[in-house]
C-alpha cells in the first residue's frame, strides 16, 4: 500500500466518522442549544479533567482566540468554572461545573448510541474484524499524534 493510499483511507474514514456525528444532531433533545464543537469541548473536560486553556487548544487544535470566545459563552451558560492558577496567575483552568457534566455524559450517550446504531447490521465476524483493526490503528494513530504534539 502507498502512502497516498492509506492517507485516502484516512480521509475516507474521517468523513465517516464526521457523517456519524452529524447524525446526533437528529436527536435535538440530546443536544439542543448547543453547537458539536462547544459539545466536543465539554466532552474533552470530562475525560480530561481540569485542564488549562492551552492545553485545551493543543488537544482540539482551536486558536486560543477562538477557543477563549467559546469558554465565555459557556461559562455564562454554567457549564464550565473558571479559576486562576495561584502559582502562576498568568494562567487560568477551566473545569466542567455539574451542569457541564450532565450535558457532557448527554452528547457521550448520544454519540455511543448513534454509532451503535450505526454499526447494528455488523455480523459477529465483522464486529470481530473491526475491533481489530481499530485497535490497531488507535495504536498508530497515537503513536503519530504524541510525535508530532
Request: aromatic letters at 6%; charged letters at 30%.
Amino acid at each position: 500500500m502507498s502512502k497516498k493510499e492509506y492517507i485516502s483511507l484516512i480521509e475516507s474514514n474521517g468523513m465517516i466518522v464526521e457523517r456519524m456525528l452529524t447524525r446526533i444532531h437528529q436527536y435535538p433533545s440530546q443536544t439542543v442549544g448547543y453547537s458539536r464543537q462547544q459539545l466536543m469541548i465539554l466532552c474533552d473536560l470530562l475525560i480530561s479533567g481540569r485542564s488549562k486553556l492551552k492545553e485545551i487548544a493543543h488537544r482540539e487544535c482551536m486558536p486560543t482566540p477562538n477557543l477563549c470566545i467559546m469558554f465565555r459563552k459557556l461559562e455564562s451558560e454554567g457549564l464550565v468554572a473558571r479559576s486562576i492558577d495561584e502559582n502562576d496567575r498568568r494562567n487560568t483552568w477551566y473545569s466542567l461545573t455539574a451542569k457541564g457534566q450532565k450535558i457532557a455524559n448527554q452528547f457521550k450517550s448520544a454519540v455511543l448510541k448513534t454509532i451503535e446504531d450505526f454499526c447494528s447490521d455488523l455480523t459477529p465476524e465483522e464486529e470481530k474484524k473491526l475491533t481489530e483493526s481499530l485497535t490497531y490503528i488507535n495504536k498508530i494513530l497515537t503513536r503519530v499524534e504524541e510525535q508530532n504534539a
